[in-house]
């Protein structure tokens, strides 16, 4: 088993269209949608962040230039607030550009997920990196990224997570066949299957959106063609290095039991407004009240 190196580099897909979303998307990122008060992408970059990756690159496309402009300076309102007298806004403005830098690539066309991550091979380069997917959202209490990256340091393969779904909804998701490793608390993944039918599923076990991965994926996915709704998918390039040998090869996973906030959804997503809302020290105990009114 060989040692990984450590990991500084996240690289954040947020190129999609959206499309599940519209027509509130039709002008505006998905990845903006305000989680409370924050745009999805921030928890995600904060995560990254928090989990000690300095080094951050989003996968972007057309129509995105707002992500840009959300975690860049804005002299002018922060002059504005300043000028007011208004610290906690002018903080929670400067904190959003002061998490980079990041640096940006667009995706060109929408081949998937699996291409998306291809298209940060230049900047990766030759080492270990985390992959971050916008829709998730972990509990900032639970330390799932730096636990797949201490999984990444022991095995030196690539690190998936996983949590236990119901199995009617396994065909929303990645789907793995895994085996445990005993005195360990990850797991060998087997193989890998892109969104199975219930009866295909060889588990419950989904796949979600956190990656550590050995650089050797790059060139897996070159060779990768279009799997599932026509697009190179990631969840393809893993299962070939999980069947693979020697350098490069190998995939494990953390099984999540943390909590985790899925606003790719629409009714996910208003479920994990909610939440996080009523967890709000100024808000939270009076929007409770209002539920139990509301819901009579
Ligand atoms: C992607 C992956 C899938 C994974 C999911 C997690 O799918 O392809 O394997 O389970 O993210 O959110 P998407 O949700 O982008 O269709």
Not at 11 to 16: D, Q, R, S, Y
Not at 109 to 127: N, R, Y
Not at 175 to 200: F, H, M, Q, W
Request: charged share 25%; hydrophobic share 40%; with cysteine.
């Amino acid at each position: 088993m060989s040692m990984g190196r450590s990991v500084r580099k996240a690289v954040i897909p947020a190129a999609g269209l959206g499309t599940r979303f519209l027509p509130a998307t039709k002008a505006m990122p998905k990845e903006i949608l305000p989680v409370v008060d924050r745009p999805a992408i921030q928890y995600v970059v904060e995560e990254a962040v928090e989990a000690g990756l300095s080094d951050l690159l989003m996968i972007t496309g057309r129509n995105k230039r707002a992500l840009e402009d959300h975690f860049d300076r804005a002299p002018d309102l922060e002059r504005t607030l300043e000028l007011k007298g208004d610290e906690a806004r002018l903080d929670a403005v400067q904190h959003a550009s002061g998490l980079g830098p990041i640096h940006y690539v667009r995706q060109g066309e929408p081949k998937g997920l699996g291409h998306a991550v291809l298209c940060a091979k230049q900047h990766v380069g030759d080492e270990p990196f985390a992959v971050l997917l916008g829709d998730d959202l972990i509990d900032e209490n639970d330390q799932l990224l730096s636990t797949m990256i201490d999984v990444h340091a022991k095995t030196g393969g690539s690190v998936i997570a996983l949590i236990e779904v119901d199995p009617s909804q396994i065909s929303a998701y990645g789907c793995a066949d895994v085996t445990p490793i005993a005195g360990e608390d990850y797991v060998r993944v087997n193989s890998l299957v892109e969104k199975p039918s219930v009866e295909e599923a060889p588990s419950n076990l989904a796949v979600i959106g956190r990656y550590v991965l050995h650089p050797a994926v790059f060139g897996v996915l070159e060779e990768t063609g279009p799997g599932r709704g026509g697009e190179i998918q990631l969840t393809d390039a893993l299962q070939t290095l999980a069947k693979g040998e020697g350098e490069g090869a190998g995939v494990y996973g953390v099984v999540f039991r943390g909590r985790r906030y899925d606003t790719g959804v629409k009714l996910s997503y208003l479920k994990a407004v909610i939440t996080l809302a009523s967890e709000r020290a100024e808000f939270g105990e009076d929007l409770k009240t209002w539920m139990k009114a509301f819901l009579g």
